[in-house]
Every structure is written in C-alpha cells, then in structure tokens.
C-alpha cells in the first residue's frame, strides 16, 4: 500500500508541467529530481511515516497487552499498565482509563502531525 502511494504521487510530480520544461531546457533528470520532485518526495514521506506510525503505536500496545512480559523487572509500559489493570477493571477502571487515553491522544497526535507536515483534501 505504501509503495503503491509512493508510486502514484512520485508519478504525478514527474508529470508535472514545471518538471518536464525542466528536462526540455537542459537539466539532467537528477537535477530535475533534486530541485522539483524531491522537496515535495520528503513531506510526502515524512507524512506517510507519522500515520504509519500512529497505526503501529495502536497495534504495538494492544499486542502488548494480550500477552505482556512475564519479567518482573521489564520497565513498564501502555501494554503492561493494560494487562495490569484488567483483572481490577470494575472496582478501579481508572488505570485501564488513563492507558487507553494516553495510547488514543498519542495516535491521533502522530495522525494529525502527518496532516500538518503534508496537507491532503479529504475525501468526498
């Protein structure tokens, strides 16, 4: 999915009007590369990391918290705190509460990071 995207936008800015006159008025497809594709190449990039990374910062924490570390001197982390708290979840959902929160506002923070580095239209 990732490369498909790549693929499809690093197309479009080839495509472009300023970048094919480039390459008819003598640059070399590496300078034409360097000054317009590769500027907007990086946010593009730098956005698909932050959302991938929101994603995985989700999964990673709920994979940790199905099975934690059987460790007692692991440090701890949202995964552990999750695990720790289930078993005291009705008499103190606090615990369970503050992790999850903490893991959701961490997510959408790297997703809407992304949205600012590298703004998209949204879909109709």
């Excluded at 080839?14 to 590769?38: C, D, N, T």
Aim: aromatic share 12%; charged share 10%.
């Amino acid at each position: 999915l990732g490369a498909q995207y790549f693929y499809r936008r690093w197309s479009a800015l080839i495509s472009q009007p300023h970048v094919e006159a480039s390459y008819l008025l003598g640059s070399s497809r590496l300078s034409a590369w360097k000054l317009h594709v590769m500027p907007d190449m990086i946010f593009i990039t730098l956005s698909w990391t932050l959302k991938t990374f929101s994603s995985l910062l989700v999964w990673l924490v709920l994979i940790e918290g199905l099975s934690p570390s059987k460790s007692p001197d692991s440090p701890p982390t949202l995964g552990s705190a999750i695990w720790r708290a289930k078993d005291n979840v009705l008499a103190d959902p606090m615990p369970l509460l503050v992790a999850g929160f903490l893991v959701g506002i961490l997510a959408l923070f790297f997703a809407q990071l992304s949205r600012i580095v590298h703004p998209t239209s949204t879909p109709h």
